[in-house]
């Protein structure tokens, strides 16, 4: 009698541990699978979105000036592929959440969507890459910070440890397309770190890495190592270029 119930106590322990295996390993799937696939869906309908909203024919001018009027054009500087230069013109800053630039890295395959703010549930668990909201915008003087997911929800900054000095970035908006260049990487850092997404980005725990000048620069940042977010990955790029759409 006793060993038959021995035998049901160990048979009913097996099952619960075989049971919890199963709801762990579903968790993980969900986690490394579902999750990115998910993300990788909203993120790419989200960069198609936006590129038929630029394609779409623009509204019409407003009048001319009357005759005789005197109309002056306002100089929009235009840099060229040495230059830092960006135009003067500022769009106005996009709503929470909303996605309104597209982020290609060759390097890595990368194209997901940028969108303004860092929270997770609106803008990084989508699969986006959020924009630091108190810094600049692409192509204008300063810092233009950007967060995104290195593992799960469409982990799209997961390899950005792979870019090299003179990797080009670009981040298309509905104006224009800004070339940035990889200068400057730092393999990790505290969260608390915020110097790297200053206006002359420069790490407050690393002094060496970083800049020391005004300029207009790109940041990239996410978790790292792998799986853990107990530091920062950070890549630096610097703008070389822009044309308009």
């Known amino acids: ?86 135009p003067r013109g500022e769009p106005p800053a996009p709503r929470w959440d909303q996605a309104y630039a597209v982020l290609r890295i060759p390097r890595i395959g990368l194209t997901a969507p940028v969108a303004e703010g860092t929270g997770k549930g609106g803008v990084l668990d989508r699969g986006y890459v959020g924009h630091y909201t108190r810094t600049a915008q692409a192509g204008q003087a300063g810092n233009f910070a950007l967060a995104g997911h290195r593992n799960t929800h469409g982990e799209p900054f997961r390899r950005i440890d792979r870019l090299r000095r003179g990797d080009r970035i670009t981040v298309e908006t509905r104006d224009a397309v800004y070339t940035y260049t990889v200068d400057q990487s730092l393999a990790r850092t505290a969260p608390s770190d915020s110097g790297v997404i200053a206006p002359v980005p420069r790490s407050d725990i690393t002094t060496s890495a970083g800049y020391s000048e005004p300029g207009y620069y ?28």
């Not at 579902?34 to 909203?53: C, F, I, K, P, Y």
């Not at 001018?61 to 005759?67: A, K, M, Q, Y």
């Not at 977010?229 to 270029?241: D, N």
Request: a positive charge; hydrophobic letters at 45%; charged letters at 20%.
């Open 1 to 86: 009698m006793r060993r038959r119930l021995l035998v049901r106590a160990l048979w009913g322990f097996a099952e619960a541990v075989v049971s919890l295996g199963v709801v762990l390993l579903l968790l993980v799937a969900h986690q490394l699978w579902w999750t990115n696939r998910l993300a990788r869906d909203d993120a790419g309908r989200t960069v198609q979105a936006l590129e038929r909203e630029w394609r779409a024919p623009a509204a019409p001018s407003p009048p001319g000036p009357e005759p005789g009027a005197v109309s002056t054009p306002i100089p929009v500087p235009v840099p060229g592929p040495s230059s830092s230069a960006a």
């Open 218 to 245: 790109l940041t990239l940042t996410t978790c790292t190592p792998e799986f853990s977010s107990r530091y920062r990955l950070v890549v630096w790029g610097k703008l070389t270029a822009m044309r308009p759409r």
